[in-house]
């Protein structure tokens, strides 16, 4: 259309720097600071290609880009995937994180020099969200993610569909440090488990200026339909609450038919109420990334390797 320039006869060749969380936040009251257990993820290096609809990325977290910093090792195997057809955005979740410490230095320690690291903290998060979009026609999700498109005009959509998400978020003790638990109503649950569902609905818009640089930002809010299960010690207790879940994107950069530059994040926040009080455990999931992208024309060779994803 005219607004949007599509490359599907091209290969598109990229570099990048990511990195890959998934966070569990206990709130507190008013008057207390929220427990905020970050992983302790790589700053991955990597490249990637993108033929028609398919991508491929490789991404490796080298020693040189993550200095150890007091902050304990996170085991992990994130396997986010965010699909952009036409008309529609798929996001799949599919996260198994082990470690974890306190942010910021000093929160749950006599020490307040150092940080308050579990190893024996674990989470896992399985979720899909379906998006229907209004106006693919004039909107590119993939101009600013797959950077195999170029959205040459603003434009925007509206964005329609529902998710699905089961968790849990283990210790082998209570997740409050003990130094500070007569703060939090939270004190002595080791363990919450999690599985929620409902519609939502959303916006998305490309702000376009002088052609070649864009700003893209998307949001949907869930209203979604919750049951959880909190552990004590010798007890555990049931809840069925609604809780207000987003999905968001960002990006911004510099785009023609040739290249592509842009910083992305795609992230969720998901909230669990338990039984114990009315603060919510908060789970935040996300994959901020830079990247530069060079769009070419296969020789030969690697064109005729490519017809296998040609449409038939």
């Known amino acids: 259309s005219n607004y949007i320039s599509t490359y599907d006869s091209l290969l598109t060749g990229r570099f990048y720097f990511s990195r890959k969380y998934t966070?569990?936040?206990?709130?507190?009251s008013r008057s207390v600071a929220n427990l905020r257990y970050r992983p302790n993820t790589t700053l991955n290096m990597g490249i990637g290609a993108t033929y028609r609809a398919f991508s491929l990325n490789l991404a490796y977290g080298f020693p040189f880009l993550n200095p150890d910093k007091g902050r304990g090792r996170t085991r992990y195997l994130d396997l986010?995937?965010?699909?952009?057809?036409?008309n529609w955005t798929i996001d799949f979740f599919g996260q198994f994180y082990k470690g974890y410490y306190l942010s910021p230095k000093g929160l749950g320690r006599a020490d307040q020099a150092s940080?308050?690291?579990r190893p024996d903290l674990g989470i896992s998060l399985f979720g899909l969200a379906v998006y229907n979009l209004r106006n693919g026609d004039c909107f590119s999700y993939r101009a600013a993610f797959l950077q195999s498109e170029w959205q040459k005009k603003s434009a925007g959509t509206f964005l329609f569909g529902a998710?699905?998400?089961?968790g849990s978020v283990t210790g082998d003790s209570a997740m409050v440090p003990s130094?500070?638990?007569?703060?939090?109503?939270?004190?002595?649950i080791w363990r919450v488990r999690f599985v929620e569902l409902?519609?939502?609905?959303?916006?998305a818009y490309t702000l376009v200026f002088k052609k070649h640089w864009f700003l893209t930002g998307a949001a949907?809010?869930?209203?979604?339909?919750?049951?959880?299960r909190e552990y004590r010690e010798g007890d555990a207790s049931s809840k069925v609450s609604v809780s207000p879940n987003f999905?968001?994107?960002?990006v911004t950069g510099y785009n023609s038919d040739n290249w592509n530059l842009n910083f992305s994040l795609v992230g969720n926040t998901i909230y669990v109420r338990g039984n114990s009080s009315k603060n919510d455990y908060q789970y935040n999931t996300g994959n901020y990334r830079f990247t530069i992208a060079k769009r070419f024309r296969p020789g030969p060779r690697l064109k005729n390797k490519l017809k296998l994803l040609d449409p038939k």
């Open 80 to 86: 986010q995937s965010h699909i952009y057809p036409r």
């Open 163 to 166: 998710e699905v998400y089961a």
């Open 247 to 250: 999905i968001y994107r960002g």
């Open 198 to 203: 409902g519609p939502g609905a959303g916006y």
């Open 179 to 188: 130094i500070i638990e007569q703060n939090y109503f939270q004190r002595d």
């Open 220 to 228: 949907t809010l869930n209203v979604d339909i919750g049951l959880s």
């Open 115 to 117: 940080y308050y690291v």
């Open 23 to 28: 966070t569990i936040i206990l709130e507190g």
